[in-house]
């Protein structure tokens, strides 16, 4: 199990009081939690740096379910991924689009490669890969 | 309906072929496509400078849900949401953490601020909105 | 003047392990310096997002000085601009490529728009804003 | 030399009046040149990828030229890091801030750690590094 340190950070007083504005913002009832968000915000950066590294990302597609095949394909293309995909999450919008979310667990460049795929079929009007983490280390 | 237009651009061969490499490797099957979905994720990003139109964003969250009421505040917060929360999709990613994403429909402003009420709870170790979109204007 | 407050910061034992590690590969020889950067950062962007305050940015250019008229238009511009564009350098990058950088005070949204005006301009091959603030505040 | 090639683009109609009407406002006169600067800002993403790529940056710093030494470290810095800064900008903000600005040529990897080390010292109040190109390949 994991210890709970305490140490002490100095900054001027000026800077703190603007930060700590901005979090009251933002809905932060507690400035330790901050700046913990802060430090994981920071390392699930690096963490995707190295491409190898064993981590989560959700895929956010918007499409057109008209466009001949496209629902067809991207279902197929989750099926050979079966193994990273471990969920999909779908919202029909309206009577032509479609919002689908993929939460997928592989190694970084993997899950960026599935996102490339998917973003780059026809039909598929916008999409965003969200980089997150396992919350493993975090 | 909307027509389909033909137009024509001129450019560099070299810059042309770089860019017909770089969209092949990312497994775009057809040039326009990748010309659209330039323009398409451009103009997404201008509809949410807008904080008033009404668009689509999803939320990423890692949580340990064994943090004190956190699920429960979790829940409750999007009972309060309900008209802006489509749905919602959770992952157990292992014994301590989960992945929770959540579809999010209403104004872009109203969309940031349930993002950052959601990300600020203590025990939400890593959060990400995607800014994305209803689809259709693209 | 200022002061400088010294406060605590509780946080899991692993987490900060990881932190000051990359921390440390970043080249700081202080924990405290590290935080004051984060808060630091974090409230550059947010001046940003309100359009109206006095700012400061830098605009990076990459051009074809060959390409007809465009580095007199480019001086023009600038000449037009004066009380906004403080100062300007100038790199021969090869026979051909400039690289110009401009450091722009004024409100961020004026400043946005400078920058939106001379990266469309023709043979200007790539362009980016960084933005910065006055140091004031920070 | 390279040639200038034109080709054809299908894209709706609606997309494509919406485009029209943001690279107008941004100012740019053409809608190949748009659409060039669409290109060339993907290419010069891919080319930081690649640690290993010759390529060129900038880098902001804001500091504090009263804090003890730091004016001659960063000076000392840049001797050292001589083959890489092609050259720097300073600009007086105020009776206490500077601006700096760097040119800096070499390999994307190198020009990162030189950013790092930076924006890392003590009394460096912000820091911003932007990726670039030689224009070479644009």
Redo the contacts between chains.
């Keep these: 199990m994991?210890?709970?340190?305490?140490?002490?950070?100095?900054?001027?007083?000026?800077?703190?009081k603007?930060?700590d504005e901005?979090?009251s913002e933002?809905?932060?009832?507690?400035?330790?939690?901050?700046?913990?968000?802060?430090?994981?915000?920071?390392?699930?950066k690096?963490e995707w740096k190295d491409g190898n590294v064993e981590t989560?990302g959700?895929i956010?597609i918007?499409?057109?379910h008209h466009k001949r095949d496209l629902a067809e394909k991207i279902i197929d293309h989750q099926h050979h991924q079966h193994d990273s995909i471990?969920?999909?999450?779908h919202?029909h919008?309206?009577i032509?689009?479609?919002?689908e979310?993929l939460?997928v667990?592989g190694k970084a460049n993997h899950i960026k490669k599935i996102a490339?795929?998917l973003?780059?079929?026809?039909g598929v009007?916008?999409?965003?890969l969200?980089?997150?983490?396992?919350?493993?280390?975090?």
């Design positions: 994991s210890d709970i340190i305490r140490f002490g950070i100095s900054m001027d007083s000026k800077l703190l603007r930060f901005l979090i933002q809905g932060y009832s507690n400035r330790s939690e901050a700046f913990r968000d802060l430090v994981r915000d920071r390392l699930v690096e989560v959700t956010t918007i499409y057109d471990i969920s999909t999450m919202v919008l309206d032509h689009n479609c919002l979310v939460a667990k490339d795929e973003i780059s079929a026809k009007k916008h999409g965003k969200v980089m997150t983490s396992t919350g493993k280390n975090l």
